[in-house]
């Protein structure tokens, strides 16, 4: 095997051992008329000094602030057509570059990279401890791997900023490289693809040439996650993270689904583990695995949002041991617009502590760690959503967890509450009265107010409305709780139907306010819900969907989408106006909830998203997802934007030929065009099975369209007869 030319292009990183390894590896890979440019960054002299008698490469002196301006030096000093822009701390597998250049035969294919330990997104590969003890033991393991990898390459959404082989003419047509490389714009040119039996290992030390252009140390830091059936929102969970973290430990507990498959195609270092009933040991597991200075909390049904420099120049800043985040409650429960101030980031000595509401908690003393809100980063928490709290079963989970918990800590004030929670959220109102009736004049602070809380909710439940007032007074003499007595106030009168007063005590609630001790940040925007659903209980419909589209310009979904349509509707307005009003930095999250309806119409809303925000990534993404439900035109033009973005592996025609929902004559027609304008061999068996069913009264009908839709398979299945 040999390649064309290329010229490679690294970056002088890692210690001087790292580096001096990586131009040992890379030097045997070399063809005769490759050239090689070495970019040392200023703060690194005694990296330079490995360079000593390498005739073989040029070096280049640089002064950028980052990695896009050292790129953009060395593409300056080379020529030809294919550039391998490579970190200077790698080690790779024999003949890696022969295999990594081989796919650019192929003219639609604008970027390439091998499999790479340590590396963002598809590319990424997860390698045991003894394969990186050292150089021999990698290019054994390299060996076995190469064995075991001889797929074709992959066409895939994005690749990492590691080790890439990249087409010089599409980089300069997309304006030239940028710190993580602009995929989303080379994706548009042609196709990305990631090469199975290449791999590199990176080092990624803290001295990584990758890390360089941010002022000051930066922190290393660690996304920890448990996870089990994530299949729905892990993709969208991870790809948010990008920016924010510099590696990700997915903890899984037993996933039956593509779980694993999906957090190890996106970067993370997967541990296949267990779960025994208990939420801190899980996620201490999880954190035992990570190798970051700071440790970054993140659930599957969370999608993280904000700006990735500023969280990182705050954390800069932070000299205590946790820092706290706005974690939004989006739709469900009553807990929508509720916000959470919760400790998700904290130092490596951080631990968790109980079996459900878990704390985090210092591993050494057990005291509970505190910090103050970190700018610059926010979680949309999707777990209380009515659906997904049905499908994954949160209720019956949360009890169990809720009864061993107070059998744990012998039934302390703390551990009880959340038992009362928990019983209110199974629907089991009668018991959850009764505990709170019980604990309530025992309990003192925070616990005493939580009893007071719940039973308002449960007796509310239960329509024991005098028994909610005469807990809604005692609240109201506890410091502190003022305000999380006149929410509740609010609720309650919704409940009764007194929908005036119910708007009142809204409008009267501060847009934002302290709340003592407790962690909730209490607003009007946590009742906006009860304020929309009052005004339009009231009438006032254009009201309500006026107040409902500022929510949503703010990226704010207190609905699920059936509900957000009604209401909508009720105003004159068409349901599009929701896709018309969004901004794009919540589009991800809207899919998110309109992927809670099952068999909705998603049509109208993807086609105003993509007149938007044409090429989103996530946009594609759940056209792709939802495609078996497209009807067969909207189909084809969303497998032709598919394939346009590289993305012909989830072409929504091949979907829709093999979804039983669809009707034979649906299947047909489907497969037939996929055949016809893409030549997808993977519509043929379909189509087969999809013939046998037709009957023969429909099947001179079906010839008919497909005439005028594929008429050359039309011409090849007619003389059989169908």
Known sequence: MSHPPVSVIVTASGSPADFSACLDWLRPELGPQDEVVCVVPHDRPQLRRELTGQSWLRILDDDSADQAGRWSAGLAATRHPIAVLLDGDVLGSARWLDRVVQPFADPQVVAAGPRCHRSYGPQGASLPDHALASPASFREYAREWRDEHREEPTAVDRLGPVCVAVRRAALDQVGGPTADLPYEQLRAAGRLVVVHSALVAHVGTGRCALRSGVPGPRPLVSASMIVKNEEDMLADCLTALRGFVDEIVVYDTGSTDRTVDIAREHGARVVEGYWNDHFAEARNRSIAHCRGEWIFVVDADEIVTGDPASMRSALDQVTGPAAEVLVQCVEGHGLEGRGVLSIRLFRADGRYYGRLHEQVVDRVTGEPLTGSLLPGVELAHFGY??????????????????????????????????????????????????????????????????????????????????????????????????????????????????????????????????????????????????????????????????????????????????????????????????????????????????????????????????????????????????????????????????????????????????????????????????????????????????????????????LDEMRQLAPGIAAAIEPAGV
């Open 385 to 702: 959503t009515e659906l997904r709290f049905a499908v994954k079963d949160k209720v019956a989970r949360n009890l169990h967890l809720a009864e061993l918990a107070v059998e744990d800590e012998d039934g302390s004030h703390d551990a009880v509450a959340n038992l009362a929670r928990s019983l209110v959220f199974a629907g089991r109102l009668e018991e959850a009265v009764a505990v709170c009736q019980r604990e309530r004049a025992q309990a003192r602070g925070s616990a005493r107010q939580t009893f007071l809380e719940v039973l308002v909710q449960a007796a509310a439940g239960l329509r024991r409305f005098d028994l909610a007032e005469e807990a809604l007074a005692e609240l109201r003499t506890i410091d502190g709780a003022a305000l999380s007595a006149q929410e509740l106030d609010a609720r309650l009168r919704y409940t009764q139907g007194d929908y005036a007063a119910a708007l009142a005590l809204v409008e009267a609630f501060p847009r934002t306010a302290p709340t003592g001790q407790a962690v909730q940040v209490l607003s009007r925007g946590q009742l906006v819900r009860v304020e929309i659903m009052s005004l339009h209980k009231l009438g006032r419909h254009e009201d309500a969907a006026r107040l409902l589209c500022e929510c949503i310009e703010r990226g704010e979904f207190p609905f699920g989408m059936a509900e957000m349509t009604a209401l909508l509707v009720a105003a004159g307005r068409p349901a599009t106006t929701i896709a018309a009003v969004v901004p794009h930095r919540s589009v991800r999250e809207l899919l998110l909830v309109a992927a809670q309806v099952p068999g909705a119409a998603f049509d109208d809303l993807l086609e105003v998203l993509w007149s938007r925000y044409p090429g989103d990534p996530a946009v594609l993404a759940f056209a792709a997802r939802v495609g078996a439900h497209l009807p067969l035109i909207r189909s084809l033009d969303w497998a032709a934007r598919l394939r346009q973005h590289g993305f012909a592996d989830s072409c929504t025609l091949v979907a829709l030929s093999g979804a039983a929902q669809r009707t034979p004559r649906e299947r047909a027609l489907a497969a037939a065009i996929a055949l016809e304008m893409f030549g997808d061999d993977r519509a043929m068996p379909p189509l087969e099975r999809a013939l046998a069913e037709i009957s023969d009264e429909e099947a001179p009908g079906l």
